[in-house]
């Protein structure tokens, strides 16, 4: 996270401070937006059962491990993108394109 490295902000002469989402993030999700298939991607995770330890339940990629060959595996189009540094850089880019200085 951003929170205390010291990282450069788009906007010229400041730092990121994340403090709002780190310590009040809340989450909301247009449920006619998210249905969308483009978009299905976003909710993907692990969905079979794995093991339950200290009633917490981990989960792990369908068709793997002990029991995989009885269950469907995910299709691929619906795993999370994987970011890249580059793809970081590109996107603080296209804020600071779009980002008014007022200093």
Known sequence: TEKGS??????KGETYNAQHVYMTMK?????AVASLP?????????G???????SVISNKPCGEGR???GETVMD?????I????????AWVELVKKNIKNDK
């Open 6 to 11: 010291n990282l450069e902000s788009p906007k």
């Open 38 to 46: 483009e978009h299905q991607h976003l909710f993907a995770q692990d």
């Open 76 to 80: 691929p189009a619906y795993s999370a």
């Open 82 to 89: 994987k970011l890249t540094p580059e793809m970081d850089e």
């Open 67 to 69: 029991g995989g060959n």
């Open 27 to 31: 989450v909301f999700i247009n449920p």
């Open 48 to 54: 079979c059962f794995k093991h339950r330890k200290n």
